[in-house]
């Protein structure tokens, strides 16, 4: 299995705090993801790096910001938490050689819970 | 039509069966095809990728129809512990991204 954690695993928060989700790689690859998973939507990407703070926004960006200071650390931050956001976060890495479609592998995912 | 649309299913079949999956997919310029598989409550693993040519993993096939734009997958010989969600996932349109079909659930029964 790709060496990839999330953290926390699961999390319950209350509208309007800053949440900040981690995903942190030991396989050095150069694009990381974001996605939410809720049903009936299936996974949507939130925003994703192609390298050290170089990142762009994905199909649900709005609300959600992230940084990647370092490779190996890919951090998702709700500044403001909504219960529309409450849902299973998955992070996901691709070695990405020049492409942004390379096959993906993804972390065990962060269920997040906003009252 | 949807970016990536399957059949949501239940499929529901008894051990020993063969099962097929399509997907069908909105880009004619996609180049990259896989299918995911997701177990309940765990993350999307890699179950295959899909070449232009067709390939086979065991008791697994990927075919992929370009004039079409469909993909599918047949199981083979069925087992319990295929029972699961499985993904259709392609390329967007920019080539940056890759979309998530919101997947076909498989349930084996003995």
């Known amino acids: 299995d790709a060496g990839i954690t999330q953290s926390p695993r699961h999390k319950v928060t209350e509208t309007g705090t800053p949440v900040t989700l981690r995903c942190h790689q030991t396989?050095?690859?150069?694009?990381m993801y974001w996605y939410r998973q809720d049903p009936g939507h299936g996974l949507r990407l939130i925003h994703y790096?192609?390298?050290?703070?170089?990142?762009d926004k994905g199909e649900v960006s709005d609300g959600y910001s992230v940084s990647r200071s370092k490779t190996e650390d890919f951090l998702l931050t709700l500044e403001s938490a909504t219960s529309s956001q409450t849902s299973v976060y998955f992070c996901?890495?691709?070695?990405?050689?020049?492409?942004?479609?390379?096959?993906?592998?993804f972390g065990p995912g962060t269920r997040l819970t906003v009252l | 039509r949807k970016e990536v649309e399957q059949d949501p299913g239940p499929f529901n079949v008894p051990e020993g069966a063969t099962v097929a999956f399509n997907c069908t997919y909105s880009?004619?310029?996609?180049?990259?095809f896989f299918w995911y598989r997701q177990d309940c409550r765990k993350e999307p693993k890699l179950l295959m990728s899909?070449?232009?040519s067709g390939n086979e993993d065991g008791r697994f096939t990927a075919q992929l129809n370009r004039a079409s734009q469909y993909i599918s997958l047949l199981i083979r010989d069925s087992k319990l512990s295929d029972s699961a969600t499985y993904l259709c996932?392609?390329?967007?349109?920019?080539?940056?991204?890759?979309?998530f079909g919101k997947g076909t659930t498989l349930s084996v029964s003995s």
């Open positions: 790096s192609y390298g050290v703070k170089d990142t």
């Open positions: 899909v070449y232009s």
């Open positions: 996932v392609v390329n967007n349109q920019a080539g940056t991204a890759l979309i």
């Open positions: 396989e050095n690859h150069r694009y």
């Open positions: 880009n004619s310029a996609s180049q990259s």
């Open positions: 996901a890495i691709s070695e990405g050689v020049g492409r942004a479609t390379d096959t993906q592998y």
